[in-house]
């Protein structure tokens, strides 16, 4: 083993993430090497300073606390940004709501002028027309829904609808 290879495998060799080969082969190059042992001793000694630095600072007894508040005036920030977010989406949508149902009812009321207009014109027929064209015209009609329905059936058979949603 090189000793760029030692430096870089080093942190992995103290703590203890290599296999059984590479600690041996890891180990045989410290016996060997003066700098690299040098180089592992120093890390090992700052690793131990560091762990006994961190050990004597004190922890507040009061530091659960501080988290859990914290973390609740984390969730109450993000409740007052949903409150937030609603409220402006609902006034972003306003105009297209209104746009929306003016629409709905322009299109309402002219199937409504429609209806009327043809149901007047039927009423007309009625009075004007012999009851056998009338029963006539309405046989014919159900003949032609009839057979409008089988046409639509057959082309839509053939038709497939799995690689349209594919």
Request: net charge negative; aromatic share 10%.
């Amino acid at each position: 083993m090189e000793c760029l290879q030692c430096m870089e495998r080093i942190s992995e060799y103290l703590d203890r993430e290599l296999s059984t080969s590479e600690y041996q082969d890891m180990q045989a190059h410290l016996d060997e090497c003066t700098d690299c042992r040098n180089t592992m001793n120093e890390l090992t000694l700052l690793r131990e300073a560091t762990k006994l630095s961190i050990e004597s600072i004190p922890v507040p007894l009061d530091l659960t606390d501080k988290i859990i508040m914290s973390i609740l005036a984390e969730k109450h920030r993000t409740a007052k940004n949903q409150w937030f977010t609603s409220i402006l989406l609902i006034l972003l949508a306003s105009p297209l709501l209104i746009v929306l149902t003016h629409t709905f009812f322009s299109v309402f009321y002219l199937i409504y002028a429609t209806g009327t207009v043809f149901w007047r014109s039927l009423m007309t027929l009625l009075t004007v027309v012999s009851p056998w064209l009338m029963l006539s015209l309405g046989i014919l009609s159900v003949i032609g829904i009839t057979m409008g329905t089988l046409v639509i059936k057959n082309l839509i058979s053939d038709f497939e609808f799995n690689e349209v949603f594919q």
